[in-house]
């Protein structure tokens, strides 16, 4: 095996014997023993048999309570044909709180994770549960306190005549992330070294599914300390599972150092420069609901490539709303101090959360945090506020907390009853900051002004999110990727996105498909997009905050069927110029989301190409007017040998002249070319460059 797997997991019971085992004795038998037979973790599973029809099952109790918040829990089971159906709760993760010492009793909460028609996903006969245990119960009794549980098990909804259907329960613990490194040059690490690390681990989060594989949390390739790894997938396909987890849960990071050299690759690469090419690469989806982020920002990867991998998000097609990492009321009457209203603002229990403390004053407020940044609030108000008091949405920038902007507030600052939606542009410089000491990614409600007559109460809030694709470092290339029904792909720092297509984004209206942010892409690095079919986001973003002039430059953008084509986020006084090159799109005034109405220029500009020019020859075009530079290249490589080409945009109607010279030091030695005065033409042209010997060169 090329590549070394290790994982951030804890073990709460190994199940290799029955000590702190517990049974709900209503419907699994005590526990006699434990199997050699059937297991997929250690060397030993333990056994119980269901005496009948119902929710039963098994899980390790503590001495004490345990604080579960946060985690994503996870256990084994084996696959019992007698479980119910996914709605139905078929199987389960189970907390149980205390007072039920020795079996489980009155207190519990489940997560559902599936049945028998849905999970079909099994290693040797077992099945791999996880959840987040931060969501909402989906079934529950008496009164569970996540930060107080003391029993983690796992829980089955049996189907009537099931009779003393025997049951095995493997390893139960907690985690979020498995790193993959090593792996040389010549033996690259691949998929089936992950497969074979979580086999005889016993994992259970990197799993063979019919051929292709069912991943489950984080993926880290690459390696952070000062050794090297190399990794390589061709044609294999990754479904992230559909099991309940966090919207930041399944998530797959190249990351390196400064020291070793570290490439990741997914496909085949072939050519060069504009020529560069690629294939092959992983089929990545969303196996569900559940939205999955690609992170590759660290600059520190020598080589990250996704060449022709077709990306996917889940099925659905549109954002998830999920539970809140935290919600805290904050009061500031006498300082700041908080109040943590997590549980119940995630909870469905009418009245149950109050975003500011009674008699709430300027500047108490309401946090909400996520472990990854975020574009929409969803918010059911039950109680609505009233008085003259008003809100204000913050962010925070690294520094300070700053407004966010144009936003869309549909709870009318918790006035407006039902379910409503906070929408708004995300900021390039959200950066997450500590909360009650709660590290985050937050967005608060500030109460500004104006005074509260009745207190508002929230029945339940969501944060809505999609999968997220961040190429943010010059060594990252994507190219041939097929991206659909993910919220945006953003890219910076000289990243690469080429011959790619963007469809189906589940973005909101206040952001677009494909994220350019406040700096036009270096030249051919960001070109030959397709952005298409995306009725209810816009096509591409240009957000910054400069007050002058920046030039976005568009190489062979096709633009179709998208909310706007394209959305402007720059101050009022701003200048945007986007010229539109190599057969991009035309676009038009009304094609164009201008959001503080700053000065947007659109110019279409004729596309000339120079071909049939000869090895080791450099191109150079001037303006007439001032001999300022238009295009140029020292090398021009595309094409074939002796049959190069390169490709060149201006204004139809401009004057330029261009010199094309050989430079190469050895025979047969070309004659330079200068044409004076070329007017460019109104539509797109192609010239043949005959370039003569010089036999008068040594």
């Known amino acids: 095996m090329a590549a070394t797997v290790t994982d951030d997991y804890t073990t709460v019971k190994d199940m290799e014997n029955t000590t702190g085992v517990v049974s709900d004795n209503n419907v699994v038998s005590s526990i006699g023993s434990t199997s050699t037979i059937f297991f997929v973790q250690g060397s030993q599973s333990v056994i119980g048999q269901f005496k009948a029809s119902g929710v039963g099952g098994m899980g390790f109790q503590y001495a004490a309570n345990q604080n579960w918040k946060y985690r994503h829990v996870m256990g084994w089971v084996n696959n019992l044909d007698v479980a119910n159906t996914d709605v139905n709760g078929g199987w389960r993760m189970r907390l149980e709180s205390v007072g039920d010492s020795g079996s489980w009793g009155a207190n519990y909460g489940d997560y559902y994770c599936g049945g028998r028609n849905t999970l079909n996903v099994s290693v040797d006969r077992f099945l791999f549960l996880c959840a987040d245990v931060q969501r909402p119960f989906d079934a529950s009794a008496g009164t569970l306190n996540r930060n107080a549980a003391r029993t983690l098990g796992v829980a089955t909804n049996a189907t009537s005549g099931s009779g003393q259907s025997t049951w095995f329960q493997d390893e139960l613990k907690y985690g979020t992330k498995m790193t993959v490194t090593a792996g040389t040059v010549s033996v690259p690490g691949t998929s089936s070294d992950i497969l074979s690390s979580d086999r005889s681990n016993g994992r259970g989060t990197f799993s063979d599914a019919n051929g292709s ?46 020291t070793g050299t570290n490439n990741i690759i997914y496909g085949t690469k072939t050519g060069t420069g504009v020529d560069e090419e690629g294939s092959g690469g992983n ?64 909870d469905s229990v009418t009245g149950s959360a109050q975003p500011f403390p009674s008699g709430a004053g300027n500047n108490d407020a309401c946090y909400f945090g996520s472990d990854r940044n975020f574009a929409q609030l969803k918010i059911n108000t039950g109680t609505a506020g009233t008085g ?29 009853t039902g379910t409503q939606t906070v929408d708004y542009a995300v900021p390039d410089d959200w950066a997450t900051t500590a909360i009650n000491s709660q590290t985050r990614f937050w967005v608060r409600a500030r109460r500004d002004a104006g005074t509260v007559t009745a207190n508002p109460v929230i029945t339940q809030t969501w944060v809505s999110q999609g999968g997220n694709i961040r190429l943010e470092a010059s060594s990252i290339k994507a190219i041939r990727c097929v991206i659909s029904k993910m ?43 397709t952005i298409s ?35 402007v986020d720059f101050p009022a006084g701003a200048t945007i110029n986007i010229n539109l090159l190599e057969g991009t ?19 279409q500009n004729t596309s000339i190409t120079f071909a049939g020019m000869k090895d080791d020859t450099e191109v150079r075009v001037y303006k007439t007017s001032d001999g300022s530079e238009v295009a140029g290249i020292e090398d021009a490589t595309a094409g074939t040998p002796d049959n190069r080409s390169f490709a060149w945009s201006a204004a139809a109607g401009l004057s330029v002249y261009y010199v094309i010279h050989h430079w190469s030091g050895t025979a047969p030695f070309y004659l330079t070319i200068r044409k004076e005065n070329y007017i460019v033409p109104s539509t797109d042209t192609t010239i043949e460059i005959d370039q003569q010997i010089n036999r008068n060169a040594n």
């Open 213 to 258: 594989y069912s991943v489950t949390g984080g993926v880290y390739i690459g390696d952070t300390g000062t050794g090297s790894s190399y990794y390589t997938d061709i044609g294999e396909a990754w479904n992230f599972s559909a099991l309940p987890v966090a919207n930041h849960f399944h998530t797959l990071v190249l990351q390196g150092n400064a």
């Open 283 to 346: 089929a990545i989806k969303a196996a569900g609901d559940i939205p999955f982020q690609i992170v590759a920002i660290d600059s520190n990867v020598d080589e990250g490539g996704f060449y022709g991998c077709p990306i996917t998000g889940p099925k659905v097609g549109t954002l998830r709303d999920d539970a809140w990492r935290d919600v805290f009321q904050e009061d500031n009457s006498g300082g700041p101090s908080y109040t943590d209203i997590t549980d119940a603002a995630n």
């Open 388 to 416: 003259t008091y008003t809100v204000t949405w913050e962010y925070y920038n690294g520094t300070s907390w700053a407004s966010l902007t144009d936003v869309a507030d549909g709870t009318g600052a918790f006035k407006t």
């Open 487 to 529: 919220e945006s792909v953003r890219v910076r720092n000289g990243a690469f996105l080429k011959k790619s297509t963007i469809a189906g984004s589940v973005a909101t209206a206040k952001h677009a498909a494909l994220d350019l942010g406040s700096a036009d892409p270096t030249a051919n690095t960001i070109r030959d997009i």
């Open 533 to 567: 079919d995306n009725p209810n986001t816009n096509g591409v973003l240009l957000k910054g905050t400069s007050t002058g002039t920046t030039t976005y430059n568009f190489r062979n953008f096709s633009l179709a069927n998208n909310l706007k084509h394209v959305r």
């Open 585 to 603: 799109t035309s676009l038009i005034a009304t094609d164009i989301d201008n959001v503080n109405s700053s000065t947007v220029n659109l110019v």
